[in-house]
């Protein structure tokens, strides 16, 4: 198969396949099997897999005519192609069949880390295909290294391409080997040097920014991630026409197609922004970036649509950490948006599986699945160790400090919930009714009722909040007069009297059957307002607070009551001020 141009080795150390097949094609005095065989090397090193073992097969078939042991030395060339179309168990078979060399053990050995199991029952196992690729070349130490990648052992593959690197100082993709192993190791330091130092070869590179951006973004500089991909070429950045782009990228490259670098830079800018344009550029990247659908599952959950996130999950079962914390995700979503036990115990199942892994027990992702599970459990409270030993980690982290406040809620640490609650700063967090509830339950539990009071304030300051502010006024007030804040309480129910009201007579202008039901709200309403005003009052009678400070509001909020009752017990309040007017220090 010699081809004697020097340009040849030139186009090929630059990965210009076309190139070479032009000088193969137009090579004179190369015979056309050489041709051929050279035509489908090229198409398979070009991603193009398909057509290459096509290639490969009309080979094997002509050689067949001269001998058919001539033909087996094609089997591992086409099961090479095989497994770029990740058609690992047809890949495995043919190998199988092929002649015993360091090519067959290279194909059989990622075969079985694919398949997680070494398969035939004359197969070596992966120890033996260590011993025997660990001493051979470099093309076997380069397998041996990408499977123990393939297995998270990135410490083993490290070592590898670290010796390999020494031995072969310019070969210069062991860098960007060792930056991967760095990136996964949360090494974000090595893994740029490791960048820096490919890139000052290859400055045409695009992954290479691309893994520094994911650098970037890991450390938690989403804007810098973002800058890095900017400056790459604009015909790999998010645009307007991206989805019909991306829709024809699938077409070209089928689904086990491998993903462009276009195709991965569009789907980590939209990661690093946020899920910006998401809706509209992952869902053609699903099977051509193998992280596109999990992305799509984790948005569709941002986006309060865990059922379809839930749908793009169906037919697949879990077997990497993140795919276990993504179906934990939408399933705790869909489970108690559903009220389903079924989702909520699936839930539980997955982030446990990640928490108690090996793997991930001592790893900040291990301890918030645990902490996660355990949130879902009925000892909530059984989550704070895992929560609090990632504090001080997870600094300014929304989400922590959600589950931080639950637990302690939970555990009836009031005040540090409050704290932790407090520490939120994601806007349609601080606006969820459900968000606000806790913290003012929390706050009036600590001893801290105006606190309470301003949440309820900034809740009735919000847009369309009437629904939403009847039930907090209802658990404010309750919750205010079971920590004997009265006047407080008197306070929130006073509000609640006068929102029940304004319902009651919007329902019966509007619908006459929700009537009943408002007016007895309004009058459940007023008995808390005068259970509270009497409860005050008394206080101030006992002494424990001073008229002046208490009585005027009173008096005053029972007199702009509607309920005729109110009148009679502002009258007796004023009544008992006039008479006690010397002692109480205020008089009305």
């Known amino acids: 198969m010699a081809v004697g141009a020097p340009a040849l080795e030139e186009v090929l150390q630059q990965r210009d396949f076309a190139a070479a097949q032009a000088i193969v094609a137009f090579t004179p005095g190369l015979a056309k099997e050489s041709s051929e065989q050279w035509r489908a090397w090229l198409l398979l090193h070009a991603g193009r897999a398909e057509e290459a073992l096509e290639a490969y097969a009309?080979?094997?078939?002509?050689?067949?005519?001269?001998?058919?042991?001539?033909s087996k030395r094609f089997d591992l060339h086409r099961a090479a192609c095989l497994f770029q179309l990740l058609k690992y168990h047809q890949a495995q078979e043919l190998a199988n069949q092929g002649p015993d060399c360091p090519l067959k053990a290279r194909l059989l050995l990622h075969c079985a880390s694919k398949l997680c199991a070494p398969a035939g029952e004359d197969a070596p196992s992966h120890g033996d295909w260590e011993a025997q690729l660990g001493a051979g070349g470099i093309d076997d130490q380069l397998s041996m290294a990408a499977a123990l990648y393939a297995r998270a052992d990135?410490?083993?593959?490290?070592?590898?391409?670290?010796?390999?690197?020494?031995?072969?100082?310019?070969?210069?993709?062991?860098?960007?080997?060792?930056?991967?192993?760095?990136?996964?190791?949360?090494?974000?330091?090595?893994?740029?040097?490791?960048?820096?130092?490919?890139?000052?070869v290859h400055p045409d590179s695009v992954l290479a920014p691309n893994l520094r951006a994911c650098c970037e973004f890991r450390a938690g500089d989403a804007a810098a991630a973002l800058h890095t991909l900017r400056g790459l070429p604009a015909e790999l950045t998010v645009a307007p026409a991206a989805e019909a782009a991306l829709g024809q990228l699938a077409?070209?490259?089928?689904?086990?197609?491998?993903?462009?670098?276009?195709?991965?830079?569009?789907?980590?800018?939209?990661?690093?922004?946020?899920?910006?344009?998401?809706?509209?550029?992952?869902?053609?990247?699903?099977g051509i970036v193998e992280e596109a659908r999990l992305s799509l599952v984790l948005l569709y959950c941002r986006r309060g649509d865990p059922a379809r996130a839930l749908?793009?999950?169906?037919?697949?079962?879990?077997?990497?950490?993140?795919?276990?914390?993504?179906?934990?995700?939408?399933?705790?979503?869909?489970?108690?948006?559903?009220?389903?036990?079924?989702?909520?115990?699936?839930?539980?199942?997955?982030?446990?599986?990640?928490?108690?892994?090996?793997?991930?027990?001592?790893?900040?992702?291990?301890?918030?699945?645990?902490?996660?599970?355990?949130?879902?459990?009925?000892?909530?409270?059984?989550?704070?160790?895992?929560?609090?030993?990632?504090?001080?980690?997870?600094?300014?982290?929304?989400?922590?400090?959600?589950?931080?406040?639950?637990?302690?809620?939970?555990?009836?640490?009031?005040?540090?919930?409050?704290?932790?609650?407090?520490?939120?700063?994601?806007?349609?967090?601080?606006?969820?009714?459900?968000?606000?509830?806790?913290?003012?339950?929390?706050?009036?539990?600590?001893?801290?009722?105006?606190?309470?009071?301003?949440?309820?304030?900034?809740?009735?300051?919000?847009?369309?909040?009437?629904?939403?502010?009847?039930?907090?006024?209802?658990?404010?007030?309750?919750?205010?007069?079971?920590?004997?804040?009265?006047?407080?309480?008197?306070?929130?129910?006073?509000?609640?009297?006068?929102?029940?009201?304004?319902?009651?007579?919007?329902h019966g202008g509007a619908l006459a059957a929700a009537a009943p039901a408002a007016s007895a709200a309004a009058a459940a309403a007023w008995e808390g307002k005068r259970a509270a005003c009497v409860a005050a009052f008394w206080e101030v009678v006992q002494g424990k607070q001073e008229a002046g400070n208490v009585l005027p509001d009173l008096v005053g909020?029972?007199?702009?009551?509607?309920?005729?009752?109110?009148?009679?017990?502002?009258?007796?309040?004023?009544?008992?001020?006039?008479?006690?007017?010397?002692?109480?220090?205020?008089?009305?």
């Open 557 to 588: 909020m029972l007199r702009s009551s509607a309920n005729p009752q109110a009148q009679l017990v502002a009258s007796a309040m004023a009544a008992w001020l006039r008479d006690h007017a010397a002692t109480a220090g205020a008089t009305y």
């Open 154 to 200: 990135f410490q083993g593959a490290a070592a590898v391409y670290e010796n390999l690197l020494g031995r072969f100082p310019d070969l210069h993709a062991l860098h960007a080997y060792l930056a991967l192993c760095a990136y996964m190791l949360d090494d974000w330091e090595g893994s740029a040097a490791h960048i820096s130092a490919y890139q000052a």
């Open 251 to 286: 077409a070209q490259q089928g689904a086990a197609g491998r993903a462009s670098g276009a195709a991965l830079i569009q789907h980590n800018a939209v990661v690093f922004g946020d899920g910006q344009g998401g809706l509209q550029i992952l869902p053609p990247l699903v």
């Open 311 to 506: 749908s793009l999950l169906r037919g697949t079962e879990p077997s990497t950490a993140l795919e276990h914390i993504c179906q934990a995700v939408a399933c705790a979503l869909h489970g108690q948006a559903a009220a389903s036990s079924e989702h909520i115990q699936r839930a539980r199942d997955s982030f446990l599986a990640v928490g108690t892994s090996p793997a991930e027990l001592d790893t900040v992702p291990g301890r918030q699945c645990m902490a996660s599970a355990l949130l879902l459990s009925p000892q909530p409270q059984e989550a704070l160790p895992y929560l609090e030993s990632m504090a001080e980690v997870c600094q300014g982290d929304d989400a922590l400090s959600w589950n931080l406040g639950m637990a302690r809620a939970a555990a009836g640490q009031w005040e540090a919930a409050a704290q932790a609650l407090q520490a939120v700063q994601r806007r349609d967090w601080l606006e969820d009714p459900l968000y606000q509830s806790w913290l003012v339950r929390c706050l009036v539990r600590c001893g801290q009722p105006e606190g309470a009071w301003q949440v309820y304030l900034g809740a009735q300051a919000q847009a369309d909040a009437a629904p939403a502010v009847a039930a907090l006024l209802g658990l404010l007030s309750a919750e205010l007069f079971q920590a004997g804040a009265f006047l407080w309480s008197a306070r929130a129910f006073h509000a609640l009297e006068h929102v029940q009201r304004q319902q009651a007579l919007m």
């Open 58 to 70: 009309a080979a094997a078939a002509a050689a067949a005519e001269a001998g058919p042991g001539i």
